[in-house]
């Protein structure tokens, strides 16, 4: 695996991490006194959104240490 290559990985990764962070904020944004069930059903819809984000880089991360692990084991 190429430098360039191993530099894509970390920099996808780091990009799916500042998306998860933002999606963490607007979750976190949606915990508001609104005690409503609109309010209640658009924080819900932002947790799930936050967890797909979240899984992405858990995908990210694992691809990058994979290649690392390649790089630097053989394995």
């Not at 360039?4 to 998306?19: F, G, I, S, T």
């Not at 936050?50 to 692990?69: C, D, F, G, P, Q």
């Amino acid at each position: 695996m190429s430098k360039e290559d191993l530099d894509q990985l970390r920099l996808a990764y780091k990009k799916a991490v500042d998306e998860w962070v933002d999606t963490i904020r607007a979750e976190e944004a949606l915990a508001t006194p609104d005690h409503s069930m609109i309010a209640m059903e658009k924080w819900d819809d932002a947790h799930f959104t936050e967890h797909n984000a979240h899984s992405r880089v858990s995908e990210a991360r694992e691809a990058y240490k994979n290649a690392l692990r390649e790089l630097n084991y053989g394995i």
